[in-house]
Nanobody, 115 residues
Framework: QVQLVESGGGLVQPGGSLRLSCAAS????????MSWYRQAPGKERELVAI???????NYAEPVKGRFTISRDNAKNTVYLQMNNLKPEDTAVYYC?????????WGQGTQVTVSS
């Protein structure tokens, strides 16, 4: 019933842009903190960006100024706009939803930044 489905990943050249989307269903989206995480080969999963219930945002230092998280509660969707992409941004990007008592993960979408 609960689903988080990411889309928008792909191959992009350094300096390029991608917009990731995460479509949510099966829970009350507006009552969940939404986040994007990423995991590169051989590395631990790391937090990239957070959007609170009110829409306030926070970012990891490596992406600050380049990435923007936003949410559209009417569409039950959270986005990650990624600009000026760098090879070190290459990873599987995961959508996460968290409430006081529950947590859900998407399946991930691959982002590859390479020339």
């Amino acid at each position: 019933q609960v689903q988080l489905v990411e889309s928008g990943g792909g191959l992009v050249q350094p300096g390029g842009s991608l917009r990731l989307s995460c479509a949510a269903s099966g829970f009350t989206f507006s009552m969940y903190v939404m986040s994007w995480y990423r995991q590169a080969p051989g590395k631990e999963r790391e937090l990239v960006a957070i959007s609170s219930i009110s829409g306030r945002t926070n970012y990891a230092e490596p992406v600050k100024g380049r990435f923007t998280i936003s949410r559209d509660n009417a569409k039950n969707t959270v986005y990650l706009q990624m600009n000026n992409l760098k090879p070190e941004d290459t990873a599987v990007y995961y959508c996460n939803a968290r409430s006081i008592s529950s947590q859900y993960w998407g399946q991930g979408t691959q982002v590859t930044v390479s020339s």
